[in-house]
């Protein structure tokens, strides 16, 4: 699936079976709680914290994928084209950040 199809798809879906988009500062605190259970998946399992037995069975793709739906609502309500959008970021990302790595002893 692309980012294209993938931001039609949840339009449809978020048309049909979810009725209508929630508003724009309603997703955003939504999207801050899924990245809090991504962070709490990742500060148990690959950080310091012990994981709680109630955390071992959750999935992280499925919490990343949690992330990535409520990004693409937001992306839908504020007209952003994100395939474009990254196509544009990676593109500066490039262009800024060509030798920084490489030149960073502290990733040698």
């Known amino acids: 699936m692309t980012i294209e199809e993938a931001q039609k798809t949840v339009d449809g879906w978020v048309n ?28 148990r399992r690959y950080g310091d914290q012990s994981e709680k037995e109630s955390d071992k069975n959750k999935d992280l793709g499925d919490e990343m994928a949690d992330v990535l739906f409520v990004l693409i609502c937001l992306a839908n309500q504020t007209g952003i084209d994100l395939t474009e959008a990254f196509r544009k970021n ?12 490489k030149n960073n002893a ?3």
């Open 106 to 108: 502290k990733l040698a």
């Open 16 to 43: 049909t079976i979810g009725v209508r988009y929630f508003s724009e500062l309603t997703n955003m605190a939504i999207l801050t709680e899924e990245v809090g259970e991504v962070a709490r998946i990742m500060s």
């Open 90 to 101: 990676l593109q500066k990302k490039t262009e800024r950040d060509f030798d920084r790595h």
